[in-house]
Nanobody, 127 residues
Framework: QVQLVESGGGLVQAGGSLRLSCAAS????????MGWFRQAPGKEREFVAA????????AYTDSVKGRFIISRDNGKNTVYLQLNSLKPEDTAVYYC????????????????????WGQGTQVTVSS
């Protein structure tokens, strides 16, 4: 069992930055692909970014490419999402998720492939 706890959300002006953290307990994350998803009010949850077990492969949704960076520190059992050049449309609850994998591969973008989820952290971007 893996417990995930997100932190780092908050209120920021458009153009600003935040760094989200996802700390894991219960199991080491070194054999998990990690993903970030978000859900805005009245909208479905959507994929944001993902990172393979080794960190060698990443995936981003088009709307955040060049602005967000996903990274991991397996020694600290933590995954990060750096949010730069934030826009009001980035406002959402951000969730991290873990996918138990047995080979190092391109991380999944489908939420159904993830096994564990955090409780989310709110990001609000004002215009």
């Amino acid at each position: 069992q893996v417990q995930l706890v997100e932190s780092g959300g908050g209120l920021v002006q458009a153009g600003g930055s935040l760094r989200l953290s996802c700390a894991a307990s219960g199991r080491t994350l070194s054999r998990y692909a990690m993903g970030w998803f978000r859900q805005a009010p009245g909208k479905e949850r959507e994929f944001v970014a993902a990172l393979s077990w080794s960190g060698g492969s990443t995936a981003y949704t088009d709307s955040v490419k060049g602005r967000f960076i996903i990274s991991r520190d397996n020694g600290k059992n933590t995954v990060y999402l750096q949010l730069n050049s934030l826009k009001p449309e980035d406002t959402a609850v951000y969730y991290c998720a873990a996918d138990r994998v047995f080979v190092d591969r391109t991380p999944p973008m489908n939420s159904n492939e993830y096994d564990y989820w955090g409780q989310g952290t709110q990001v609000t971007v004002s215009s």
